[in-house]
């Protein structure tokens, strides 16, 4: 069995934070059925999510330890977590695939929350829910995700840690690109030498990883690597999500080959510029709106995209809430761990997006990535 990632304080306070919360808004229980919720309070960590076949349940009473509800395969793990209470059946279930279980949890319970907001998802089958939903009349389920996001987006020195660790795990990998990337390499081959890197310089996975290359810049940055060769004149950007005991880096770098034209050079000097002014702008009680506004007034005229924000929250998920956009008002507070990520249309048609990951402090923000050069690296 895998040890823990923390000891039980530290999911202790995180299930004592969500519960005061819970009792603010008068909720009696919540119902959660996804990963990084059910991560988040329990420390239950396992590829198996990968398999759809099977729901996981877990109930947050408003008072004492969380109850797993899930399927026999996963008890033995979930024992070794800091939980008492652990119900568990056969699943896949021809009937009843744990329908019961919940029910007989949240009996008592009038008023239950479950994430239900933006950036939410019931994992488990409708049909299920609405059995649950239906043998609970008379209980109102509402809405948990403005509680989850208050509680989540402000990290523990614990997360934090973790956090700066695989940031600089990454930084090291990047640092390194001159040796790892080659003009007439193919970009599958470049992306499976940097992953290999970073697994070699400490990361525990490397679950994410996009980017692109094409002639002063790309055209999408989410594509998986063809076998298209890496020429002179390409701009080559890598996106990587490495992992270390399932907490998340997020950020990229761009390199030139042989030479960059200028609209590439021109367009990472604004982008640098754009995540300088994003620095000087986070700060507790600046908003993320203010934040996008702080960086798209350096984009400006130099370029436009569309991709919609610039930056979000980091953690146990490879993008968290809030996100740095025009309508999200989220106030920075101390201890929030969030990514700065301008992006624009360069003057020659092609796109480029730069990405660093910071700490909001009670002064300057910390940077846990390795700031980039200020001008595009040419190899």
Same mark, same amino acid.
């Given at each position: 069995?895998?040890?823990?990632?923390?000891?039980?304080?530290?999911?202790?306070?995180?299930?004592?934070?969500?519960?005061?919360?819970?009792?603010?808004?008068?909720?009696?229980?919540?119902?959660?059925?996804?990963?990084?919720?059910?991560?988040?309070?329990?420390?239950?960590?396992?590829?198996?999510?990968?398999?759809?076949?099977?729901?996981?349940?877990?109930?947050?009473?408003?008072?004492?330890?969380?109850?797993?509800?899930?399927?026999?395969?996963?008890?033995?793990?979930?024992?070794?977590?800091?939980?008492?209470? %652990?119900?568990?059946?056969?699943?896949?279930?021809?009937?009843?695939?744990? %329908?019961?279980?919940?029910?007989?949890?949240?009996?008592?319970?009038?008023?239950?929350?479950?994430?239900?907001? #933006?950036?939410?998802?019931?994992?488990?089958?409708?049909?299920?829910?609405?059995?649950?939903?239906?043998?609970?009349?008379?209980?109102?389920?509402?809405?948990?995700?403005?509680?989850?996001?208050?509680?989540?987006?402000?990290?523990?020195?614990?997360?934090?840690?973790?956090?700066?660790?695989?940031?600089?795990?990454?930084?090291?990998?990047?640092?390194?690109?001159?040796?790892?990337?080659?003009?007439?390499?193919?970009?599958?081959?470049?992306? #499976?030498?940097?992953?290999?890197?970073?697994?070699?310089?400490?990361?525990?996975?490397?679950?994410?990883? %996009?980017?692109?290359?094409?002639? $002063?810049?790309?055209?999408?940055?989410?594509?998986?690597?063809?076998?298209?060769?890496?020429?002179?004149?390409? %701009?080559?950007?890598?996106?990587?999500?490495?992992?270390?005991?399932?907490?998340?880096?997020?950020?990229?770098?761009?390199?030139?080959?042989?030479?960059?034209?200028?609209?590439?050079?021109?367009?990472?000097?604004?982008?640098?510029?754009?995540?300088?002014?994003?620095?000087?702008?986070?700060?507790?009680?600046?908003?993320?709106?203010?934040?996008?506004?702080?960086?798209?007034?350096?984009?400006? $005229?130099?370029?436009?995209?569309?991709? $919609?924000?610039?930056?979000?929250?980091?953690?146990?998920?490879?993008?968290?809430?809030?996100?740095?956009?025009?309508?999200?008002?989220?106030?920075?507070?101390?201890?929030?761990?969030?990514?700065?990520?301008?992006?624009?249309?360069?003057?020659?048609?092609?796109?480029?997006?730069?990405?660093?990951?910071?700490?909001?402090?009670?002064?300057?923000?910390?940077?846990?990535?390795?700031?980039?050069?200020?001008?595009?690296?040419?190899?």
């Amino acid at each position: 069995m895998t040890d823990p990632d923390f000891a039980s304080a530290e999911f202790e306070t995180r299930t004592s934070r969500v519960q005061a919360a819970m009792k603010t808004e008068n909720l009696s229980a919540m119902l959660i059925t996804t990963e990084a919720e059910m991560r988040y309070l329990t420390g239950f960590r396992t590829l198996f999510w990968q398999s759809p076949t099977r729901p996981w349940y877990l109930v947050v009473p408003a008072d004492g330890k969380p109850i797993a509800i899930i399927p026999e395969i996963g008890a033995a793990l979930m024992k070794t977590c800091w939980l008492d209470d %652990v119900r568990s059946w056969s699943s896949p279930a021809e009937q009843d695939d744990g %329908v019961s279980l919940v029910i007989d949890a949240l009996r008592n319970c009038p008023r239950i929350g479950m994430p239900m907001g #933006r950036e939410s998802s019931l994992r488990a089958p409708m049909n299920d829910f609405l059995q649950i939903r239906d043998g609970l009349r008379g209980a109102e389920f509402v809405d948990a995700s403005p509680l989850l996001k208050a509680v989540r987006m402000v990290k523990s020195q614990a997360e934090i840690e973790l956090t700066r660790t695989i940031c600089g795990i990454a930084s090291n990998s990047f640092d390194r690109a001159e040796g790892l990337f080659q003009t007439g390499m193919a970009l599958s081959e470049a992306f #499976r030498s940097f992953k290999i890197d970073l697994l070699a310089q400490g990361a525990d996975d490397v679950p994410y990883l %996009v980017g692109g290359a094409g002639q $002063g810049g790309y055209d999408d940055v989410i594509s998986p690597p063809g076998k298209t060769p890496i020429e002179d004149g390409d %701009v080559l950007m890598l996106d990587t999500g490495a992992t270390l005991r399932g907490y998340f880096c997020d950020f990229d770098r761009n390199y030139a080959f042989g030479h960059a034209d200028d609209a590439a050079k021109r367009g990472y000097e604004t982008l640098y510029k754009a995540t300088e002014a994003g620095l000087e702008t986070a700060r507790p009680g600046a908003t993320c709106r203010d934040l996008f506004n702080a960086m798209a007034s350096v984009i400006g $005229g130099e370029g436009s995209g569309d991709i $919609g924000r610039y930056g979000h929250g980091l953690g146990i998920q490879l993008t968290e809430q809030p996100s740095i956009i025009s309508f999200d008002d989220t106030e920075l507070q101390e201890n929030m761990v969030m990514t700065l990520e301008p992006s624009m249309t360069l003057a020659n048609g092609k796109f480029m997006v730069h990405e660093e990951n910071i700490l909001i402090t009670d002064g300057a923000p910390v940077l846990l990535s390795r700031r980039c050069a200020p001008e595009l690296p040419i190899f």
